[in-house]
């Protein structure tokens, strides 16, 4: 087990560097500059910003610069929100990402897993065909289209909900951004449990719990469920990423000062210290949360071993 | 967890699915492969038409199609006006809902209404769904052509070769990879509206051929170790004509199954990229473009997000199902 | 429940024009088409057929497993010691699964659960059952492991299935059948997935367990060689049909049925100097689409118009032995014939 960590750390450090790499590269390679707008600047004034951002040096030292705030997870100061350290606005920026994005998560996995299983177990019943016909609803049914329909029923119709703004954790502020994120989690986990559990409801394994005897709430929950489950957790790795995009339009909608909002303020200012900063959490929290998801699989599946 | 000795089977995660009687008990007879060689398609076409959902799909996604590549030109002949036509009134309030003319009496003219400008936003739904529809298309065949190539070149290969490749994909698999077309989009962003098209497509395409390539190469791995390739190889038939005759023909469906299915996610991706300015840029126009603009006005002219968002809704709603249908049509052991 | 109700001229297991149809895209699939037996307590019945023949859906019907959809018992009666099982509801079914009527599955690779200790399958079994205690159970569990031969069953009751080699997890299986003392074992196909070498110890320790426990044994599979020496009583099913019944020594001896007799030949005979092995030619048919004649009647080498026509009656031929053929008169006394003749000439 620790040596199958130890590989995928082995492989995650370079992946986690590449990406870096390559967000940098895109963001030198581009033509124009952070500070270039509409008009043109005066040469002298150029030099001058070049000059203390260091854009005159070769590539290499710049790079070099660059990695070395990576490696020690010090992202320098934003270009843009002059005198904020990169560090402090992901400090204040991730909890409110991360309050949307787990709470909408869970609520996925609540609702997808219930209505899946009940969808499997009642193969081909009326309930079976409106959740999955739902779920389809749920994947085809964009965020940002979600998101304003919800605000328009329930906060400009009803008053139930305020439309927009960060009130806090918990608050009533968080219940339209959270059912319009995990609208489509729902819909892929209730997919993936009912392939999952029908799947598992046709093995030979579940047909010996069967001819034991046991009441089919017993063979369901004690047989069926785990095995039926394991499609889920694999989804959560790419579930993780997906979260992410699903923020930064919720954050978006929403105005919520999350991170995946100031990530599309600072790639539309080129912000290139607060983008480094932003896609290097995000490439850790990612490739870590994967490293976690497989040892969750390994421990839930005795059969697999690393 | 302890490090045990015991070899353990190599990497199973799922046990196929074994229906407890009707495989076991009802298979058909084996060398069943070749004899349906021709057959196949006709059978899963068959399938696939028993499959209402799959048909409705089917039939939507031609229709709204159809609809994109004529209608604009339809309304400009029936009404005289296109989906760039800005009327040259000066009222204040220039969007309308649908079926309103501007004095507020019942009108044909514009069933899902005008947009600020006063455009018609029928006209503009339509003008979007050429792109929309051609980006998720586009994009679909470049990670189509990428992944093929990638995974039947792993696959066939095999070995050493196989396992760099494969982990390659694992890495990419794991990476935000939709941060990193938003960062290519944003600092490449082109000053025209079909330079910045064309690097949807590319950006689009170029993450979407991961799943393609797992599924060809698996495909292709089981294939050229199956017993009716081997039996062909055996009795002397021609490498060319056992990749032809055997291992393509039985990746084409899977291939087909999830291309289909990558259209919407990628027509989805396609919108999220719009929405957040970076995706189609004005004066072109897609659903997600125009949902995004209609977006802003949602409190008094909802009309202007819901048309543009419905229509969109209900093609990939369609393209998923003739997806799923598709699959279940093709992969017989995938049905339930 | 009173457990011995001795009447049914002790008739353990009564099986009466039992139909299971399965409803399927290509058609009415009937799977199992009137079938019929009797097992009397201690007895052990065998079931023979090519796959497809209906046997393993036959002992599915027996205990109500059969998926529903697309299967459905369509008619018939199966009267386990006095009870018919197809009317009792649900919940008593369940309490006769496992305790009083055990199955062992083909596929002992699949046939346990992957996620789940070994000890706590077994132990499922006397917990649901006997009302054992936690305690009570392992301990029972690990006895249970000891008597079908499993090494060091202590340590090993706490490992996975994937741990066991597949002779060790078909043990276990029948460990797990056995737990609760049935008075029915159904072993279907109980040693196909499995080495020959293995194969004859699993059949062995089946035996001896059925000895010492006095339990009915019903033994489906589709090999010949397997039930010889095992059984009493043999029924032959093809296309969902019973094809011959009768006493395992009868049917080998003089068997009244050209299919049965396709079968026998083509069980490898090791005194036999011919190296070539017979097989029956074709293939079983397509059950959705049975022709209105003999369904054997496309393979049958003595194959008469009138097989083409008429569906064949059920004759027979003796006490116990009935067949299901046109000629089966004839058949039997051909093989009676052949017998004399090989007794005379190993005499």
């Known amino acids: ?306 | 967890m302890n490090e045990d000795e015991r070899t353990p089977e190599p990497e199973i995660i799922h046990t196929p699915p074994e229906f407890v009687v009707a495989e076991e008990e009802f298979h058909t007879p084996a060398g069943e492969e070749i004899i349906a060689g021709t057959s196949l398609w006709k059978d899963a076409w068959r399938r696939l038409l028993k499959n209402r959902l799959a048909v409705f799909g089917m039939i939507v996604v031609i229709l709204v199609a159809i609809a994109s590549l004529i209608g604009p030109e339809i309304i400009k002949r029936v009404n005289g006006f296109g989906p760039d036509y800005i009327p040259s009134d000066s009222q204040l309030i220039k969007s309308f809902a649908p079926f309103k003319a501007p004095d507020g009496s019942f009108s044909w003219k514009h069933p899902m209404g005008t947009d600020n400008q006063g455009r018609d936003i029928m006209a503009r739904v339509l003008q979007g769904g050429q792109i929309s529809l051609m980006v998720g298309i586009i994009a679909t065949i470049v990670s189509l052509l990428i992944g093929v190539a990638y995974g039947a070149v792993a696959g066939y290969l095999g070995g050493r070769i196989d396992n760099l490749m494969m982990r390659f994909v694992d890495i990419l698999y794991s990476l935000p990879y939709i941060i990193l077309v938003i960062v290519l989009l944003a600092m490449f962003r082109s000053s025209t509206a079909v330079g910045q098209l064309v690097l949807l497509f590319i950006a689009l395409g170029s993450v979407s051929w991961l799943t393609m390539a797992r599924i060809v190469r698996g495909q292709v791995l089981s294939l050229k170790n199956q017993e009716f390739v081997l039996a062909a190889r055996a009795t002397g038939v021609s490498t060319a004509r056992i990749i032809f005759r055997h291992i393509v023909p039985n990746t084409l469906g899977p291939v087909i199954v999830y291309a289909t299915l990558t259209i919407p996610t990628v027509m989805l991706s396609e919108a999220f990229l719009s929405y957040l300015g970076f995706g189609v840029q004005p004066p072109l126009a897609s659903w997600g473009s125009l949902a995004s603009d209609g977006i802003q006005n949602i409190a008094i002219f909802p009309w202007q997000l819901i048309f543009p968002g419905l229509t969109m809704a209900l093609t990939l709603f369609s393209l998923n199902f003739l997806g799923d249908g598709l699959r279940d049509a093709l992969d017989p052991q995938m049905r339930k | 429940m009173p457990l011995s109700k001795m009447n049914n001229n002790g008739n353990l297991l009564e099986v009466t024009d039992l139909r299971t149809y399965f409803d399927t895209e290509d058609g009415i699939v009937k799977a199992v088409d009137g079938i019929s037996f009797q097992l009397k307590r201690g007895e052990t019945l065998g079931i023979v057929g090519e796959s497809g023949s209906g046997k393993s859906v036959t002992n599915l019907s027996i205990i109500r497993l059969v998926p529903t959809p697309p299967g459905k018992i369509v008619s018939g009666k199966v009267i386990f010691d006095g009870q018919n099982l197809l009317t009792l509801s649900n919940e008593a079914v369940r309490h006769i699964r496992g305790r009083r009527i055990a199955m062992i599955f083909q596929d002992p690779m699949t046939s346990l659960n992957p996620f789940m200790k070994v000890s706590r399958q077994l132990m499922e079994m006397t917990r649901l059952h006997l009302g054992h205690t936690k305690q009570q159970a392992y301990e029972h569990a690990i006895k249970m492991l000891e008597t079908v031969g499993i090494p060091d069953a202590r340590a090993r009751a706490n490992n996975y299935p994937h741990e066991f080699s597949g002779g060790m997890r078909q043990r276990v299986m029948i460990a797990m059948a056995l737990s609760c003392e049935p008075e029915l074992l159904i072993a279907d196909e109980p040693t196909t997935a499995l080495d020959v070498t293995i194969q004859a110890q699993i059949l062995e320790l089946i035996k001896r367990l059925k000895q010492a426990t006095g339990t009915s044994v019903i033994l489906i599979t589709h090999d010949l060689g397997i039930v010889a020496g095992m059984t009493d009583h043999l029924l032959v099913m093809y296309a969902g049909k019973i094809f011959e019944q009768a006493p395992t020594k009868e049917l080998f001896a003089t068997p009244g049925n050209p299919y049965t007799k396709g079968l026998l030949r083509s069980v490898p005979d090791p005194t036999a100097e011919q190296g070539e092995l017979y097989q029956i030619p074709g293939l079983p048919p397509d059950v959705a689409h049975l022709p209105p004649g003999c369904p054997f009647a496309a393979r049958c080498d003595r194959v008469q118009e009138i097989c083409h026509r008429e569906f064949p009656p059920f004759v027979q031929l003796t006490a116990d032995h009935c067949s299901l053929c046109h000629f089966a008169h004839e058949v039997y006394e051909e093989s009676r014939a052949e017998g004399a003749r090989s007794s005379e000439s190993n005499l």
């Open chain 1, 1 to 306: 087990m620790l040596r199958f960590i130890l590989k995928r750390l082995l492989i995650t450090i370079p992946t986690i560097l590449v990406v870096i790499t390559i967000t940098w590269g895109l963001i030198r390679l581009a033509p124009g500059n952070f500070y270039s707008g509409e008009k043109p600047i005066p040469k002298a004034i150029e030099n001058n910003i070049r000059e203390k951002y260091g854009l005159n040096k070769p590539w290499y030292v710049q790079y070099g610069k660059m990695m070395g705030h990576v490696l020690v997870l010090d992202f320098g100061t934003s270009l843009k929100y002059e005198g904020q350290s990169v560090n402090g606005i992901i400090r204040r920026s991730l909890p409110v990402s991360a309050a949307i994005g787990l709470s909408a998560y869970l609520l996925a996995l609540l609702v997808g897993i219930t209505l899946g299983s009940l969808a499997a177990l009642k193969q081909n019943s009326k309930l079976d065909y409106a959740s999955m016909a739902l779920a389809m609803v749920g994947i085809s049914v964009p965020n940002f289209v979600l998101g304003p329909i919800l605000v328009l029923i329930f906060s400009l119709t009803l008053y139930w909900f305020p439309p927009a703004r960060w009130y806090g954790f918990p608050s009533r502020g968080m219940v339209l951004p959270v059912l319009t994120l995990s609208g489509i989690y729902m819909a892929y986990i209730a997919r993936l449990t009912r392939a999952g559990m029908l799947e598992v409801l046709r093995s030979d394994y579940i047909r010996t719990a069967r001819s034991k005897g046991l009441s089919e709430r017993q063979v369901v929950m004690r047989h069926a469920l785990r095995g039926g489950l394991m499609p889920v957790v694999s989804f959560t790795g790419p579930a993780l990423a997906f979260l992410l995009t699903g923020t930064v339009v919720v954050e978006r909608l929403f105005t919520l000062p999350g991170l995946g909002n100031y990530f599309i303020q600072a790639s539309l200012n080129r912000d290139e210290p607060l983008i480094i900063g932003i896609v290097s959490f995000i490439a850790i929290t990612l490739l870590l949360m994967n490293l976690v998801v497989d040892i969750a699989y390994a421990y839930l599946d005795p059969r697999i071993r690393y």
